[in-house]
Each structure stands twice: as structure tokens, then as C-alpha cells.
């Protein structure tokens, strides 16, 4: 089955540091999302892409998250410089619509601590 | 704007007990719903879906009937493992072009053997 792959799985930083994210979405899913998850909470959608273009990043705070999808594959999410309330889980998605219904699969997720 | 709430949990039963987690959701037109599932250390992945009223999702034991009147979609089984252990989270897409979802904050279920 296919799968989103994301790298790495577990990252530990210390505050004021520069942290890089990457998805390799499902072949073919033109929809790329990039969710932030704080634990206890459900995700939260930082940014979509529609093949290389932004759709969404409206909730993506741009002084210090940037976020690529050059050739419309893979994606990379960036934090510098990462603050302590950064620490969560980054979960990357692409989608495909399956009767009707745009459905997300999900990679594992990269789970990031800041010091 | 959208939003889902979902039964607080934590949830804790015994193998073999009924299970219901409420799910409840505010939208304007018609969603699509969805219930996601995250095992311990793991992404998400898609239990159930359901794109119209009175459509019932289901997969492996699992139910959930879209319901416009009351605007829920609770999740049933009606015998959980030990292996249902969970976080179950609700979620809804709007039609349209950025079809985002939009979460639930999730509920924790614990099955005792």
C-alpha cells in the first residue's frame, strides 16, 4: 500500500535553532498539507499545496515557518528559529478524492522537542 | 466557520463492551465526515467516511451514520479489543477547493483485557 513518507521521525533542538521537515507524498496526489498536532489536540493545518502552489497558509506563522513544494513532489517545512512552544508532532498528507470525498492519507509524522 | 467537538475522554472499557465516542459538528452545506484513528506513535489513518446524509461508514467493526437533523456522526462498535486502543478523531471537509479537514480534539480509548 502506498504510503507518505516523512523524515526524520524524531527530532530534538534547542531553541533558537534552524529544524527542516520533509514529506514525500503518495505518487500522483497533486494535494499536499502540512498539520501541526500538540499533544492532547487534534491537528491543526499549517499549509496546503496544490501541485507547487500555495492554496492555504494562512494559519502558518511566516516570521519564522516557511514551507516549499519546488517541483510539485515533495515538500519541505522549515522553523528558524524554533521556540520551546514549537514542540509537537508534524504531520505531512496528501489527498485524492475517493467517492466524492477528499480523503487525506497521512504520513507517520515527525515528532519534534525544543529545549 | 467549521468546527467538530467531540466526547472528552479519556475513554476506558472492558474487551467485548459497546462503544460510542459522540462526535458533533457545526458546517454550513453539506461536509463529508470522517473518522481518523492514531495508534501510539503513529499519523493518522482513515477509519470511516461518510459523504452524504444518511450514509453509514464502516470498517472493521466500526459504524458511524451521518446524520444532518442533529449534525453527528457518533462512532459505534459493538465489541471492542484490546487492539481498538486508540485516539479516535472526528473530522469534516467542506466541497469546494481547498477541502481542508478539520479535527476534533480527539479521544483517548483504553480497552482493558
Request: net charge negative; charged share 20%; aromatic share 10%.
Amino acid at each position: 500500500e502506498a504510503e507518505v513518507a516523512q523524515s526524520p521521525r524524531y527530532k530534538i533542538t534547542e531553541k533558537s535553532q534552524a529544524v527542516a521537515f520533509w514529506c514525500d507524498p503518495i505518487s500522483g496526489h497533486a494535494t499536499l498539507y502540512w498539520y501541526r498536532q500538540i499533544l492532547g489536540q487534534g491537528p491543526e493545518l499549517l499549509v496546503q499545496f496544490q501541485d507547487e502552489s500555495v492554496v492555504d497558509d494562512s494559519q502558518l506563522p511566516k516570521d519564522r515557518f516557511s514551507a516549499e513544494r519546488l517541483k510539485g513532489v515533495d515538500s519541505t517545512l522549515k522553523i528558524q528559529p524554533a521556540e520551546l512552544g514549537d514542540s509537537a508532532m508534524y504531520l505531512c498528507a496528501s489527498s485524492l478524492v475517493v467517492s466524492g470525498a477528499n480523503v487525506l492519507t497521512f504520513g507517520a509524522g515527525s515528532r519534534l522537542t525544543v529545549l | 466557520g467549521n468546527s467538530v467537538t467531540q466526547m472528552e475522554g479519556p475513554v476506558t472499557l472492558s474487551e467485548e463492551a459497546f462503544l460510542t465516542i459522540n462526535c458533533t459538528y457545526t458546517a454550513t452545506g453539506y461536509p463529508s465526515l470522517f473518522w481518523y484513528v492514531q495508534y501510539p506513535g503513529e499519523g493518522l489513518q482513515l477509519l470511516l467516511k461518510a459523504t452524504k446524509a444518511d450514509d453509514k461508514g464502516s470498517n472493521k467493526g466500526f459504524e458511524a451514520t451521518y446524520r444532518k437533523e442533529t449534525t453527528s456522526f457518533h462512532l459505534e462498535k459493538g465489541s471492542v479489543q484490546v487492539s481498538d486502543s486508540a485516539v479516535y478523531f472526528c473530522a469534516l471537509t467542506r466541497s469546494g477547493s481547498a477541502r481542508q479537514l478539520t479535527f476534533g480534539s480527539g479521544t483517548q480509548l483504553t480497552v482493558l483485557p
